[in-house]
């Protein structure tokens, strides 16, 4: 079973603005890593932050953990029209041999 | 660097016959490979992981004589559908996973999409 649930389902927002996604998991994890994947498209790896991370930056792209609530965030800021895609959550767990568990992703629209 | 190419694209093929798919990571070894399905608007489900030189292990569920899995090098992996139906029409994805401090992170195939008529 999916171990992420990402909220919201869908998002959509004005060129210029932020769009934030949260993803919760259910058990304990090595590292969290976040994608995006444009429409009949594979998956684009964006970020991976470790369990023992609290924050982690890549250009316009702020990912936090908060593993007490087992939750991360991804922060997009000043947003484009390139940015419309889903993006994905995904756990991973050592003793699971680093599997990857997605979550059901966010569905971003960014409108110019 | 860390790409992984898939083949074909897409297939249509007729119930009954057999597809296969090539997943080949070109520009690093890959240890493991993982094969993905994702149905429409939906999120990835894993199906099987395969490791080089050893037999695929396959999530609850996915029937191994069903979808066949081959990991015959460090950069190919094969899945193929056999006897397909319509039910197996999807997107199927893979991923690559190296070793050392690339065992971190998957790198993904842009993917297969597969029509049963």
């Known amino acids: 079973s999916q171990q992420g649930e990402e909220d919201p389902q869908a998002l959509s927002i004005q060129e210029g603005e932020n769009a934030t996604m949260n993803c919760s998991y259910k058990?304990?994890?090595?590292?969290l890593q976040w994608y995006r994947q444009n429409s009949g498209r594979g998956l684009v790896h964006l970020i991976l932050?470790?369990?023992?991370?609290r924050e982690k930056h890549s250009g316009r792209l702020r990912v936090t953990l908060d593993t007490s609530k087992k939750s991360s965030s991804l922060l997009i800021t000043a947003s484009r029209a390139a940015d419309t895609a889903s993006y994905f959550c995904?756990?991973?767990?050592?003793?699971?041999?680093?599997?990857?568990?997605f979550g059901g992703g966010t569905r971003v629209l960014v409108k110019p | 660097g860390a790409v992984v190419s898939q083949h074909p694209s897409w297939v249509i093929c007729k119930s009954g016959t057999s597809v296969k798919i090539e997943c080949r990571s070109l520009?690093?070894?890959?240890?493991?490979m993982f094969w993905y399905r994702q149905f429409p608007k939906q999120s990835l489900m894993l199906m099987a992981t395969?490791?080089?030189?050893?037999?695929?292990?396959?999530e609850q569920g996915v029937e191994k004589d069903k979808f066949l899995i081959n990991h015959a090098s460090l950069t190919l992996s094969t899945l193929t559908v056999t006897s397909a139906h319509p039910e197996d029409s999807s997107f199927y994805i893979c991923?690559?996973?190296?070793?050392?401090?690339?065992?971190?992170?998957?790198?993904f195939g842009p993917g297969t999409r597969l029509l049963v008529l």
């Open positions: 991923s690559a996973r190296g070793e050392g401090g690339w065992q971190e992170t998957q790198y």
């Open positions: 058990t304990s994890i090595n590292n």
């Open positions: 932050i470790r369990s023992n991370e």
């Open positions: 995904a756990t991973a767990f050592k003793a699971a041999g680093n599997k990857l568990t």
């Open positions: 520009d690093f070894q890959a240890t493991t």
């Open positions: 395969s490791n080089e030189g050893s037999k695929a292990t396959y």
